[in-house]
C-alpha cells in the first residue's frame, strides 16, 4: 500500500533521498533494537560494566518487556485509523488517504490479540517473579509501563516529523519553489497533523 502512494505520487523509493531515514524514524527503531539487546529503558548506559548500572541495563528483556514496547505501534495505528475514519466520513471516498484509512480502521483486532498477548505475559511472568520474593515483580511491572509510554511517545514524535520531512523534500525539488498542489497537499497535511497530534496525545493519556 505505501509503495503504491509513493508509485501514485511519482516519488521513485529507490532514490536515496527518500531510502535515508529521519531521525524520528530512527530514534524508535533504535530504541526497539535497545529493548531487545536488554537495556531496560531502551537506552544503553554508559557504565554497563558497574554495578551501578544494573538497574539500568540487565543481561535481558522479557517477552512482556518485548512486547510492551512494541505493542503502542498496532494500537496507534488503529486508534488513528478509527479516529480519522470518523473524522472524514463525510468526505472519505475523495480523500487521498482513503486506503490507509479504510487499512488501519480495520487493525482493532488484531490490535487486540497482541494487547492479549502481552496481558498474558505480564500475568505469568509477575506471578513467577513474586515467587522469589522481594520487589522484583515491582521492578518488572514499572520497566513495562516505561517501554510502553516510551515507545508511545516515540510514536508520537514519528508521526509529527513526517510534516516536515514532506516540506523539505518538496523544496529540493522544487528549488525553493512549491505549486499549487504541492502547496495546498502541504496545507491538508498540516490540518491532518493537528488532528493526529491532538488523537495521539488523547491514547497516551488514556492507555498510560
Given at each position: 500500500?505505501?509503495?503504491?502512494?509513493?508509485?501514485?505520487?511519482g516519488v521513485d523509493t529507490s532514490s536515496e533521498q527518500y531510502?535515508?531515514?529521519?531521525?524520528?524514524?530512527?530514534?524508535?527503531v533504535d530504541f526497539l533494537l535497545n529493548i531487545a539487546r536488554?537495556?531496560?529503558?531502551?537506552?544503553?548506559?554508559?557504565?554497563?560494566?558497574?554495578?551501578?548500572?544494573?538497574?539500568?541495563?540487565?543481561?535481558?528483556?522479557?517477552?512482556?518487556?518485548?512486547?510492551?514496547?512494541?505493542?503502542?505501534?498496532?494500537?496507534?495505528?488503529?486508534?488513528?485509523?478509527?479516529?480519522?475514519?470518523?473524522?472524514?466520513?463525510?468526505?472519505?471516498?475523495?480523500?487521498?488517504?482513503?486506503?490507509?484509512?479504510?487499512?488501519?480502521?480495520?487493525?482493532?483486532?488484531?490490535?487486540?490479540?497482541?494487547?492479549?498477548?502481552?496481558?498474558?505475559?505480564?500475568?505469568?511472568?509477575?506471578?513467577?517473579?513474586?515467587?522469589?520474593?522481594?520487589?522484583?515483580?515491582?521492578?518488572?511491572?514499572?520497566?513495562?509501563?516505561?517501554?510502553?509510554i516510551a515507545a508511545m511517545e516515540l510514536e508520537v514524535q514519528?508521526?509529527?516529523?513526517?510534516?516536515?520531512?514532506?516540506?523539505?523534500?518538496?523544496?529540493?525539488?522544487?528549488?525553493?519553489?512549491?505549486?499549487?498542489?504541492?502547496?495546498?497537499?502541504?496545507?491538508?497535511?498540516?490540518?491532518?497533523?493537528?488532528?493526529?497530534?491532538?488523537?495521539?496525545?488523547?491514547?497516551?493519556?488514556?492507555?498510560?
Amino acid at each position: 500500500m505505501h509503495e503504491a502512494y509513493a508509485a501514485g505520487w511519482g516519488v521513485d523509493t529507490s532514490s536515496e533521498q527518500y531510502r535515508t531515514p529521519n531521525s524520528a524514524t530512527t530514534k524508535y527503531v533504535d530504541f526497539l533494537l535497545n529493548i531487545a539487546r536488554g537495556y531496560s529503558t531502551g537506552v544503553p548506559s554508559s557504565s554497563s560494566s558497574s554495578s551501578s548500572s544494573s538497574s539500568s541495563i540487565s543481561s535481558y528483556s522479557s517477552v512482556a518487556e518485548i512486547i510492551a514496547a512494541m505493542v503502542p505501534c498496532m494500537r496507534l495505528y488503529s486508534f488513528l485509523g478509527q479516529t480519522l475514519n470518523l473524522v472524514f466520513k463525510d468526505g472519505k471516498a475523495e480523500n487521498a488517504y482513503r486506503e490507509w484509512i479504510d487499512t488501519y480502521s480495520q487493525f482493532e483486532e488484531a490490535t487486540k490479540k497482541i494487547e492479549d498477548l502481552l496481558n498474558f505475559h505480564v500475568q505469568r511472568e509477575t506471578a513467577l517473579l513474586q515467587k522469589q520474593g522481594g520487589n522484583l515483580y515491582e521492578v518488572f511491572l514499572d520497566s513495562v509501563e516505561r517501554n510502553y509510554i516510551a515507545a508511545m511517545e516515540l510514536e508520537v514524535q514519528f508521526f509529527d516529523a513526517q510534516v516536515s520531512s514532506y516540506g523539505e523534500a518538496l523544496d529540493v525539488q522544487g528549488n525553493g519553489a512549491l505549486d499549487g498542489s504541492a502547496i495546498d497537499r502541504l496545507d491538508d497535511m498540516n490540518k491532518a497533523r493537528e488532528r493526529i497530534l491532538n488523537s495521539l496525545k488523547t491514547c497516551i493519556i488514556s492507555e498510560s
